[in-house]
């Protein structure tokens, strides 16, 4: 084929499908078309929410339409620029209610008509409200070896503080759903195990059904946040231990003892238990101690920590070994607080002492060698005749020359003295 043939053909093309558009445009103007997934548009939301009416379905729907009119109109319509208005004003009712819309877009919708395939759009409509529910915590994590964790404690920021809100929170939205939810759920997952407690971390929850399924609907509102605080305690077996102050006569080699039980496990602050090996149930002062010793002591944990075997008490005795004992009767008392009248003097009877020790010592001790005191300083008014008061026990008995090896039993020594004129004194 020639070239200039070939422009001709070419330009004949071009010109038959011109005509063919100008006729298909201009000469046959009347056409139809449907558009689908018209959005909806919503306006007046305030009136729902001024009745404490919440649109819980129909909010995501789409209308079609078919539009008929001169294709030069048609050609600008499309669900990019045509949406569906409704005004929420015309709610009725709760529940179903089928709702009228109104076309908007371009110009070009006036000059067509509009055939609704969907005339009617369905909007479900509920009640919002609020309830109380349950809180409880889901730990997916580990504690270290010798560690365990306490019940979790929930705080509610308020706006102003945190506040222990008894494990519940607040969750809004519309009551078909809320009737669904049981309790809230919070999620707490450490990235290592844990050996310190976790204080005040603010924490994700989530709604649940009776049943366990998740209520995951896009209106209900979760109305407060919430901080976790985790109690992370230390666990160890401590023993119990006896404090001796040794006296009267005894020493470590003096005495044997037991408790039971010998030890308990217990939990407490990683920081304080660390630290602490034994805990002490009782004090003995072994100068008070007459003969052997056989009793049940309740004791407590110091510094908050938790008894895990639940023990409140233990069986403690005592026995005394290698040691006698020995009864001497001395004056030789030192009477405190006493002012005696001109004239007069005071006699101190005899008191005998309960001393203790090795044998071979106590044949040597003489009523010379035991020293006391007794405090007299209470009595106010000095008259003639025989006065008594208790052996000072917070005075040690001294054994003079002996006190590595003997000591006195302390107890309820009664010393008595006898005021006398001095003119009487050497008859």
């Given at each position: ?43 007046n939301d305030q009136y729902l929410s001024s009745r404490e009416y919440i649109l819980v379905g129909g909010r995501d ?129 450490p990235h290592a195990p844990l050996r310190r407690s976790i204080v005040e971390v603010p924490v994700d929850y989530r ?131 006493l002012t005696l009248p001109e004239g007069y003097t005071c006699i101190v009877h005899p008191v005998t002492i309960t ?73």
């Amino acid at each position: 084929m020639k070239k200039g043939n070939i422009l001709i053909w070419a330009l004949s093309l071009i010109i038959a499908f011109v005509l063919w558009g100008y006729v298909a445009f201009y000469g046959n103007p009347e056409d139809e078309i449907i558009v689908d997934n018209i959005r909806i548009q919503f306006i007046n939301d305030q009136y729902l929410s001024s009745r404490e009416y919440i649109l819980v379905g129909g909010r995501d729907a789409t209308v079609s339409v078919r539009f008929v009119g001169r294709r030069q109109y048609l050609a600008n319509i499309n669900n990019r620029n045509v949406t569906a208005v409704i005004d929420l004003r015309g709610i009725r009712a709760l529940g179903n209610n089928p709702m009228e819309y109104e076309l908007q877009g371009p110009a070009d919708l006036d000059s067509v008509d509009q055939y609704p395939i969907n005339p009617l759009v369905t909007l479900k409509v509920d009640k919002i409200d609020s309830k109380s529910v349950n809180l409880r915590l889901d730990f997916n994590g580990e504690i270290e070896d010798g560690y365990e964790r306490e019940a979790p404690r929930f705080d509610i920021y308020n706006g102003e503080s945190l506040l222990p809100d008894n494990y519940r929170v607040r969750v809004t939205g519309p009551v078909e759903v809320l009737d669904t939810i049981y309790e809230a759920v919070a999620s707490y997952s450490p990235h290592a195990p844990l050996r310190r407690s976790i204080v005040e971390v603010p924490v994700d929850y989530r709604f649940y059904t009776e049943s366990g399924q998740l209520v995951d609907n896009e209106y209900i509102i979760a109305n407060d946040d919430v901080w976790l605080t985790l109690p992370i305690y230390m666990v160890k077996k401590v023993k119990l231990e006896i404090n001796f102050i040794y006296g009267g006569g005894l020493k470590g080699e003096n005495i044997s003892w037991k408790v039971e039980p010998e030890s308990i496990r217990v939990s407490g602050d990683p920081e304080i238990l660390e630290d602490t090996h034994t805990i002490l149930i009782h004090q003995a002062d072994l100068a008070y101690l007459q003969e052997n010793f056989n009793e049940t002591i309740p004791f407590f944990l110091p510094n908050g920590l938790k008894n895990l075997d639940l023990v409140e008490e233990a069986h403690v005795s005592i026995t005394i070994e290698g040691v006698t004992t020995k009864e001497v009767s001395t004056t030789n008392v030192f009477i405190k607080g006493l002012t005696l009248p001109e004239g007069y003097t005071c006699i101190v009877h005899p008191v005998t002492i309960t001393l203790r020790g090795s044998d071979n010592d106590l044949r040597r001790v003489e009523p010379v060698h035991v020293h006391a005191e007794a405090d007299f300083s209470d009595l106010t008014e000095i008259t003639p005749g025989f006065h008594r008061r208790f052996l000072d026990k917070s005075k040690k008995i001294e054994v003079l020359g002996f006190e590595e090896t003997v000591g006195a039993i302390i107890k309820d020594y009664i010393i008595e003295i006898e005021i006398i004129p001095i003119s009487e004194a050497g008859s």
